[in-house]
């Protein structure tokens, strides 16, 4: 079993999780004004 050096995997693991928070919040973002959008073309029709 080969000893995996943290020198490489701790940076890389911080960027991963740091790139998947960033997809997150731009589709919360996103889906936020959709409901915003949506709710106020609801209180039109109304």
Known sequence: ???VEAALTVP???LILVGLIGLMMT???ALGDQITEHDAYRAGDL
């Open 1 to 3: 079993m080969k000893i």
């Open 12 to 14: 890389v693991t911080i």
């Open 27 to 29: 589709f919360y973002t």
